[in-house]
T-cell receptor
């Protein structure tokens, strides 16, 4: 099925550093969602975005819905070891019934 | 409360066994989903139920049989699975209408021997 282009594929950073990842699509999206997944667990919703240009924060996390409606980014400030995991973007391009997922960004944090 | 629960957490089954995965949510969501996820890959949609009726089947083999007994419960019946069906099976739910956001359960890790 269709997938979003998510980058980077993986990141190795030091504790305390800021992180930025993004997703792009060739088509317009109506909703952007960012999830974090720990090994063997289900994805946990971090931030949901519903309007072009919307900027939303959740603690150290900030995400934006691109004004072209074809991209979104997620920033994590002052990373800590528990930020380790895989981050997926996802969105609705048409029908709200189906989510299209990004390929994931694997984040590793070193002390 | 945005909790979706799944049982069992882990399941090991032989290729001739019949087993079922269960999912439950009490958020009043009227859309429920089954996904299959392989390691290091995003979730792959299998089935969608909307108002307790099957609305999407992503060409899933008949050895997987979904069931939605009521608006809070979703089952996935498994029969004659293959080793390549081993994966993390995720349930999700969504409130229909308004701001549509999917919430996932913790998953069932399935191993087919």
């Amino acid at each position: 099925g269709q997938q979003l282009n998510q980058s980077p594929q993986s990141m190795f950073i030091q504790e305390g550093e800021d992180v930025s990842m993004n997703c792009t699509s060739s088509s317009i999206f109506n909703t952007w969602l960012w999830y974090k997944q720990d090994p063997g667990e289900g994805p946990v919703l971090l931030i949901a975005l519903y309007k072009a240009g919307e900027l939303t924060s959740n603690g150290r996390l900030t995400a934006q819905f691109g004004i072209t409606r074809k991209d979104s980014f997620l920033n994590i400030s002052a990373s800590i070891p528990s930020d380790v995991g895989i981050y997926f973007c996802a969105g609705h391009a048409g029908t709200a019934s189906k989510l299209t997922f990004g390929t994931g960004t694997r984040l590793q944090v070193t002390l | 409360d945005t909790e979706v629960t799944q049982t069992p957490k882990h399941l090991v089954m032989g290729m001739t066994n019949k087993k079922s995965l269960k999912c439950e949510q009490h958020m009043g969501h009227r859309a429920m989903y089954w996904y299959k996820q392989k390691a290091k890959k995003p979730p792959e949609l299998m089935f969608v139920y909307s108002y307790e009726k099957l609305s999407i089947n992503e060409s899933v083999p008949s050895r997987f049989s979904p069931e939605c007994p009521n608006s809070s419960l979703l089952n996935l019946h498994l029969h004659a699975l293959q080793p390549e069906d081993s994966a993390l099976y995720l349930c999700a739910s969504r409130r229909v209408g308004g701001r549509d956001t999917q919430y996932f359960g913790p998953g069932t890790r399935l191993t087919v021997l």
